[in-house]
């Protein structure tokens, strides 16, 4: 808006607004900018975050050992654990410890260190995810791939809440070798007195998802019994 002002020599037409007072305004609105800029980048990622997918929490059993707490490893048990990767070893912390779950590995006659490396391998052939807490071998001899602090990619839905024992065989009916079931009885045991676990807590992988595995012990579930009942001996 303008005014008209009289002069000695006539008149001349003047902003009502002096330009200064147009720059000062100009200056004080920046700062409203800026702050209107942060409100909207907040609400754009708290927005963002409300539609994510809600992360479904497992609780752990009453009771169940923190898997922070490790127990030292026994002598007789090999540590060679798996380099961290996306297929065999994730690094996944584990929720609890509240079970164990036993598997055959289901290719008769592979030793111990041959499932060992197919699990190391699958960080590089990426052919599937698979991995499990210890293997033991057709004479017995016991390899811990997995620290017991994390995941291992055994037991489906049970992968957050267990220890995992792979158990190798030397023909396709699945049975076990002797010294591969002794070395089994004397791992679990170990598992159970450190993670104040029962027999009922013991299960197979045919427990979690229907799979015939262990083999053996799914179609003779008397002899499951029986190992079952050699925990408590």
């Not at 289901?106 to 599937?128: D, I, K, V």
């Not at 079931?181 to 299960?203: C, F, G, P, T």
Request: charged share 20%; proline share 7%.
């Amino acid at each position: 808006m303008y005014v008209e002002q009289r002069t000695g020599s006539g008149s001349r037409t003047l902003p009502l607004y002096p330009r200064r007072s147009r720059r000062r305004r100009r200056r004080r609105s920046v700062p409203l900018l800026a702050v209107g800029l942060i409100i909207g980048v907040c609400l754009g990622w708290t927005l963002r975050g409300a539609a994510l997918p809600a992360q479904s929490a497992r609780l752990p059993e009453p009771g169940a050992v923190s898997p922070k707490a490790l127990p030292d490893c026994p002598d007789w048990i090999e540590q060679d654990l798996l380099t961290v990767n996306e297929y065999s070893r994730p690094g996944t912390p584990l929720d609890a410890v509240t079970g164990v779950v036993i598997h055959y590995v289901g290719n008769p006659g592979t030793t111990a260190r041959q499932n060992h490396s197919y699990f190391q391998n699958l960080a590089a052939t990426h052919e599937t995810y698979a991995s499990s807490h210890f293997l033991i071998g057709l004479e017995g001899e016991i390899i811990q791939n997995i620290p017991l602090d994390e995941v291992a990619y055994c037991s489906s839905e049970r992968n957050h809440d267990t220890i995992s024992i792979e158990c190798c065989h030397p023909d396709t009916d699945g049975a076990f070798t002797q010294e591969t079931y002794n070395s089994l009885v004397k791992l679990v045991r170990w598992l159970m007195e450190y993670y104040q676990l029962d027999a009922s807590q013991v299960i197979r992988h045919y427990d979690v998802t229907g799979k015939e595995c262990p083999l053996y012990y799914v179609r003779h579930p008397g002899e499951w019994e029986a190992f079952l009942d050699s925990l408590n001996t």
